[in-house]
T-cell receptor, first 114, second 113 residues
């Protein structure tokens, strides 16, 4: 299997611009997670989908952040408008069974907002 | 609420020496515990997990971890470290809803020759 695929790997943008991060989970996995990693806060769960339905979005920082999963093989995380404090590495992970906690991570999207 | 504490931000170990990375958790019931490793520029990879049963669990790359309920700990060990083990290590616990992982802040391991 190809693993979890994220794009872009790196994104540099200016404050106020819209950013869209993409994720393709492992085929057959029915749970998808978006995490954000920063030096200060470590790994934070932003949102979790199960069978394409958002289950827990309590980690989404504010209304500027939104996430969708239109089908089992694709998810997006959108930031609009972006701010410098959004600079981080954003990871997508998928899981076959949400109760095992065994997550498979993508390589991450490093976002820099100037 | 569940939480994970990794007391050591950075550890340096000589190649061939033994390693122990500390992890303490806060959880009411029996936790599901994990150790992940992250190499530079990469995503996280599962090293090992504990759900129940034998409190000493074996993982990949020669790592093991021991669950100690009395100490609320799940420390990661390796008897002989290799230079390729230099990475960041994360301890994690499943949240109470059983839906996602809560990660510690991580411990960066450096290996000296």
């Amino acid at each position: 299997d190809a693993g979890v695929i994220q794009s872009p790997r790196h994104e540099v943008t200016e404050m106020g611009q819209e950013v869209t991060l993409r994720c393709k989970p492992i085929s057959g996995h029915n749970s998808l997670f978006w995490y954000r990693q920063t030096m200060m806060r470590g790994l934070e769960l932003l949102i979790y989908f199960n069978n394409n339905v958002p289950i827990d979005d309590s980690g989404m920082p504010e209304d500027r952040f939104s996430a969708k999963m239109p089908n089992a093989s694709f998810s997006t995380l959108k930031i609009q408008p972006s701010e410098p404090r959004d600079s981080a590495v954003y990871f997508c992970a998928s899981s076959k069974d949400r109760n095992t906690g065994e997550l498979f991570f993508g390589e991450g999207s490093r976002l820099t907002v100037l | 609420a569940q939480s994970v504490t990794q007391p050591d931000i950075h550890i340096t170990v000589s190649e061939g020496a033994s390693l122990e990375l500390r992890c303490n958790y806060s959880y009411g019931a029996t936790p599901y515990l994990f150790w992940y490793v992250q190499s530079p520029g990469q995503g996280l990879q599962l090293l090992l997990k504990y759900f129940s049963g034998d409190t000493l669990v074996q993982g990949i790359k020669g790592f093991e971890a021991e669950f100690k309920r009395s100490q609320s700990s799940f420390n990661l060990r390796k008897p002989s470290v290799h230079w390729s083990d230099a990475a960041e290590y994360f301890c994690a616990v499943v949240n109470q809803a059983g839906t996602a992982l809560i990660f510690g802040k991580g411990t960066t391991l450096s290996v000296s020759s």
